[in-house]
């Protein structure tokens, strides 16, 4: 079975700073995919970021990166330079690797960011 | 196309009522997963279709729930006889080709079961 956790129910920076969101999971897979899923108040989810786990090189996308720690299992978002849009609930995901089955995704319970002005 | 819908936004029902809500991919995407989302909690995985096929169900999906997508493009979901704890967001997402593939989703169904 596959588990993710986000120890971190909210946090609130100022805009402009670097908040970093934590994450980590458990599975049975050797290969995988994670992702970084952020839903803003009343309004869809939408991807932000996505790893590949046998790809060593952390994913970056403009201000968001992530910290893939396969061994630890451990899958942080940094986002740098915060802006007031950035406030949402970020979801942490996993799915595995698979030929042809298992195709869902696995969410943690999310962390609520508040950017403050 | 503007991204993936589902029909109502909102439903209110009694309890031991039939309800039934519809989603409409991403033209052109042959996965379609719904999963469902209560408060403060993260989606949790129901069931996916890649064209008009049900390829995997969650142990979440009990026989009240059934969900279909016959021509590969639009799905139903329908919950038999709801009960209290069947009131939820639920969401529909889709995508195109392979596992890594981005899931966009749509804007949800608010079920409340009074």
């Known amino acids: 079975a596959q588990t993710v956790t986000q120890s971190q129910p909210e946090m609130s920076v100022q805009e402009a700073e670097t908040v970093t969101l934590s994450c980590t999971y458990d599975t049975s897979e050797n290969n995988y995919y994670l992702f970084w899923y952020k839903q803003p108040p009343s309004r869809q989810m939408i991807l932000v970021i996505r790893q590949e786990a046998y790809k060593q090189q952390n994913a970056t996308e403009n201000r968001f990166s992530v910290n893939f720690q396969k061994a630890a299992k451990s899958f942080s978002l940094k986002i740098s330079d915060s802006q007031l849009g950035d406030t949402a609930m970020y979801f942490c995901a996993q799915k595995p690797h698979s030929g042809g089955g298992a195709d869902g995704l696995t969410f943690g319970k999310g962390t609520h960011l508040i950017i403050q002005p | 196309d503007t991204g993936v819908s589902q029909n109502p936004r909102h439903k209110i029902t009694k309890r031991g009522q039939n309800v039934t809500f519809r989603c409409d991919p991403i033209?052109?995407?042959?996965?379609l997963y719904w999963y469902r989302q209560t408060l403060g909690q993260g989606p949790e995985f129901l069931t996916y279709?890649?064209?008009?096929?049900?390829?995997?169900k969650s142990r979440l999906l009990s026989d009240r729930f059934s969900a279909e997508r016959p021509k590969g493009s639009f799905s139903t979901l329908e919950i038999q006889r709801t009960e209290q704890g069947d009131s939820a967001m639920y969401l529909c997402?889709?995508?195109?080709?392979?596992?890594?593939?981005?899931?966009?989703f749509g804007p949800g169904t608010r079920l409340t079961v009074l």
């Open positions: 997402a889709s995508s195109f080709g392979t596992n890594y593939n981005e899931q966009f």
């Open positions: 279709f890649q064209n008009e096929a049900q390829l995997e």
């Open positions: 033209s052109e995407h042959n996965r």
